[in-house]
């Protein structure tokens, strides 16, 4: 912890006096953002990405963008290195897909609720924050959704190295739990799964899992990037199974 916090006092003192770098292409000159201005054009201004389906017990992905050199640049940047100033324009590139996804709940008449995907206590102490949490914060504050529920909560989870998708998606499934209250809150409601990055979906697919097995609807998710969807065979066979 104190070795954590020193790290951080000496990353501050060295921002003062050498200004960051632009995350993504690293020219001199970025703006308190943490991007040069063109970057920051590419990054936040408003897109949406919808990847192809993964499986079917993946929710619809609906992203600012695809998961990409800039995306892998911004949020690496944003996660592992003190750059919390990128989470304005990771934020603002979440708006858009956010209100539609609340927009097509709406249609229906339901109320979108939107459920971050935790952090490992492990992850947050290695970052010394809860990035999701942040950016969630971010967005509520700028009334892009107006009803959010911390429903899903995470223990250590194995190192998903080697593993093949479905063991991933088991894995990410035994290390989540709900809050002891999450069905009675989001009962009658459609969650939005939010988190940075889908790539293979496990993630998504055992959060959604978790919550449909309390009863609880999961309509959608909505991440700042998402890798081009990869139908592995192993996927295919299953969903076509349920
Ligand atoms: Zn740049």
């Given at each position: 912890m104190r070795a954590t916090l020193m790290r951080r006092a000496w990353e501050s003192t060295l921002e003062l006096f050498f200004p960051a770098a632009c995350a993504v292409c690293q020219e001199d000159g970025a703006s308190r953002g943490g991007l040069c201005p063109p970057c920051q054009r590419q990054v936040s201004t408003a897109h949406v990405y919808i990847p192809g389906p993964r499986s079917?017990?993946?929710p619809p992905v609906i992203a600012a963008r695809p998961y990409d050199r800039t995306a892998?640049?911004?949020?690496?940047?944003?996660?592992?290195?003190p750059r919390r100033e990128l989470a304005t324009c990771l934020a603002q590139a979440m708006a858009q897909p956010l209100r539609l996804?609340?927009?097509?709940?709406?249609?229906?008449?339901?109320?979108?609720v939107v459920v971050g995907i935790p952090s490992t206590s492990a992850a947050r102490g290695r970052r010394g924050f809860d990035?999701?949490?942040?950016?969630?914060?971010?967005?509520?504050?700028?009334?892009?959704?107006?009803?959010?529920?911390?429903?899903?909560?995470?223990s250590r989870r194995a190192d998903s190295v080697g593993l093949s998708l479905s063991q991933r998606e088991r894995a990410a499934f035994d290390s989540l739990s709900l809050r002891p209250r999450a069905a009675g809150v989001l009962g009658g409601c459609a969650v939005i799964l939010v988190d940075d990055v889908v790539t293979t979906g496990a993630t998504l697919s055992a959060a959604a899992a978790a919550l449909r097995a309390a009863g609880i609807e999961v309509a959608s998710a909505v991440t700042f990037a998402a890798a081009p969807n990869r139908l592995a065979p192993e996927q295919r066979t299953s969903s076509n199974q349920r």
């Open positions: 079917l017990r993946c892998s640049a911004v949020l690496n940047a944003y996660k592992e290195t996804a609340q927009e097509e709940i709406g249609r229906s008449g339901r109320t979108p990035h999701m949490e942040v950016l969630l914060r971010l967005l509520r504050a700028q009334k892009v959704f107006l009803h959010g529920y911390q429903a899903l909560r995470v």
